[in-house]
């Protein structure tokens, strides 16, 4: 009886298959990617990149075209532009990156603004349409995660070099530009490729939420990608359940779901410290703990 609500929504309705398995897709391809996102500390960059291709995918729809060749052309302004301003202008990547999210995202909304049917349309953007996923979208996604898997694995050394540090991948023999730029090219990828699930909007929730509930336990990538890739599928399944039995946003209750692992975690791992570190303290002064504890009874 306790089971039924949490299969039957699956076994009942195709939508719901297609919506978990393009999910689980995006959580697997997100907790790659998101894992050097994590490490390499490009949160604020993967945030650009999620809504620095509004415009093109706002500029696509009214143009007939799909938002996937929007999504692309959007991303590869967006890090061309970084570069560019960054480079030729000596400002630091932050404020290059501020400047081109702002003027982007500016861009988009102006855009938007040009058509009245247009809304539906922005709030599929934003926040994805999970539950209205198709074979093709499947089919994308498989394929982009096979792009971003495949690329992280050859590149996995100097990636791994690049998040401890550009000097020692130059000094290792790998160009740390060269590196940096396939890093934010397979961020694009997934970006583009999951918008059509999640939407613009939360897709940062799955590349950072994931990643950083792994970095709380792994001291390995392999390790660090796994345990994203389990904490990203098991919110998109508890997402869709609690989208589905109270009727609320899909894409929202999946990244919601993610955040409120990675707190859990967090918790439990500072309260492990914590109980580790005074049970450490006993050890090296049990006198002076039995003492204090023998004296508290006395107040």
């Not at 995202?105 to 247009?118: H, N, P, Q």
């Not at 100097?158 to 540090?165: A, M, N, R």
């Amino acid at each position: 009886m306790f089971v039924e609500p949490l299969i039957d929504p699956f076994a009942a309705n195709e939508f719901m298959r297609f919506a978990l398995l393009a999910g689980v897709l995006v959580a697997v391809t997100c907790a790659i990617a998101g894992t050097f996102v994590v490490l390499r500390g490009l949160a604020f960059v993967g945030d650009a990149l999620a809504h620095g291709v509004l415009p093109g995918i706002a500029a696509a729809l009214l143009l007939g075209v799909s938002g996937v060749v929007g999504a692309a052309v959007g991303s590869l302004v967006m890090m061309g532009g970084v570069s560019l301003v960054s480079r030729r202008l000596r400002l630091s990547g932050d404020t290059a990156i501020g400047l081109l999210f702002v003027g982007m995202l500016a861009l988009g909304v102006m855009i938007t603004s040009r058509s009245r049917t247009f809304v539906g349309d922005l709030s599929r953007i934003l926040f994805g349409e999970v539950l209205g996923v198709d074979i093709g979208d499947i089919t994308l996604q498989f394929g982009a995660l096979a792009v971003v898997a495949t690329v992280a694995f050859i590149a996995r050394r100097p990636f791994l070099l690049l998040c401890v540090d550009e000097g020692l991948a130059n000094t290792s023999g790998f160009s740390s530009r060269l590196f940096h730029n396939l890093l934010l090219m397979i961020v694009a990828v997934t970006v583009i490729a999951s918008f059509q699930t999640v939407g613009t909007l939360l897709v940062l929730g799955m590349l950072v939420a994931p990643a950083a509930t792994g970095a709380l336990f792994a001291r390995r990538i392999s390790t660090m990608i796994l345990i994203a890739s389990v904490v990203g599928t098991t919110s998109t399944y508890v997402g869709l359940l609690v989208s589905y039995h109270f009727n609320l946003a899909a894409g929202a209750s999946i990244v919601l779901s993610a955040v409120a692992m990675f707190a859990l975690c967090a918790f439990f791992s500072e309260a492990k410290k914590a109980v580790g570190k005074k049970d450490a303290d006993e050890h090296e002064h049990p006198h002076e703990h039995q003492h204090s504890h023998s004296g508290s009874h006395f107040r």
